[in-house]
């Protein structure tokens, strides 16, 4: 088996890991989320609904890490990207500030690098290249993620849901009028 098979089929071992610990990540992450004092609207919200896009979003990094050939990779990563499209316009809709998103988001970054180190750490005799590709790949799903969180202007046109964004309203109002 040449150098390029093992690191294919190791990175498609990663993958499926990834994906039978999608339970504990997504745990970890509402512990993470709930234990930071500076996220307060996820308190408010229920699992399924802070969760919301983001299994699909491991779905999408999950290929990503499998893919076999560059357009593999780059439907792979589209599918990042309109995950985290998706998922920056529901946060926007359920009233989170700017820095409450990036800061969530974050703490998915963080478990899932610790998900990463914990499986390089149990598999000693892993190729050198293959941590160093998933780590490239979950950087660039975050780099991405954090476009789409970069102001509530991405989302023109999108209406947020009723209510979330009234706070916002209400202070532009008065400013618009003395304008």
Same mark, same amino acid.
């Given at each position: 088996?040449?150098?390029?098979?093992?690191?294919?089929?190791?990175?498609?071992?990663?993958?499926? #890991?990834? %994906?039978? +610990?999608?339970? /504990?990540? $997504?745990?970890?992450?509402?512990?993470?989320?709930?234990? @930071?004092?500076? &996220?307060?609207?996820?308190?408010?919200?229920?699992?399924?609904?802070?969760?919301?896009?983001?299994?699909?979003?491991?779905?999408?990094?999950?290929?990503?890490?499998?893919?076999?050939?560059?357009?593999?990779?780059?439907?792979?990563?589209?599918?990042?990207?309109?995950?985290?499209?998706?998922?920056?316009?529901?946060?926007?809709?359920?009233?989170?500030?700017? #820095?409450? %998103?990036? +800061?969530?988001? /974050?703490? $998915?970054?963080?478990?899932?690098?610790?998900?990463?180190? @914990?499986?390089? &750490?149990?598999?000693?005799?892993?190729?050198?290249?293959?941590?160093?590709?998933?780590?490239?790949?979950?950087?660039?799903?975050?780099?991405?993620?954090?476009?789409?969180?970069?102001?509530?202007?991405?989302?023109?046109?999108?209406?947020?849901?009723?209510?979330?964004?009234?706070?916002?309203?209400?202070?532009?109002?008065?400013?618009?009028?003395?304008?």
């Amino acid at each position: 088996m040449s150098d390029s098979t093992d690191s294919k089929a190791a990175l498609t071992a990663l993958a499926r #890991h990834l %994906a039978a +610990r999608r339970g /504990a990540i $997504l745990r970890n992450w509402q512990r993470s989320i709930e234990a @930071d004092p500076e &996220l307060t609207t996820p308190a408010a919200l229920p699992h399924t609904q802070v969760n919301d896009h983001i299994p699909q979003v491991l779905d999408a990094f999950e290929r990503r890490l499998q893919a076999r050939d560059p357009i593999e990779k780059e439907v792979a990563f589209e599918d990042q990207k309109s995950g985290a499209a998706e998922h920056g316009l529901h946060r926007w809709q359920q009233g989170y500030r700017q #820095h409450e %998103a990036i +800061r969530e988001w /974050a703490h $998915l970054q963080y478990c899932v690098l610790n998900e990463l180190e @914990d499986y390089a &750490l149990a598999h000693p005799s892993l190729q050198v290249t293959v941590m160093p590709i998933a780590r490239r790949a979950l950087l660039r799903l975050c780099g991405e993620e954090c476009l789409q969180l970069r102001t509530p202007a991405a989302h023109r046109g999108r209406e947020p849901r009723a209510g979330a964004r009234v706070g916002a309203a209400a202070t532009a109002a008065p400013r618009a009028a003395a304008g």
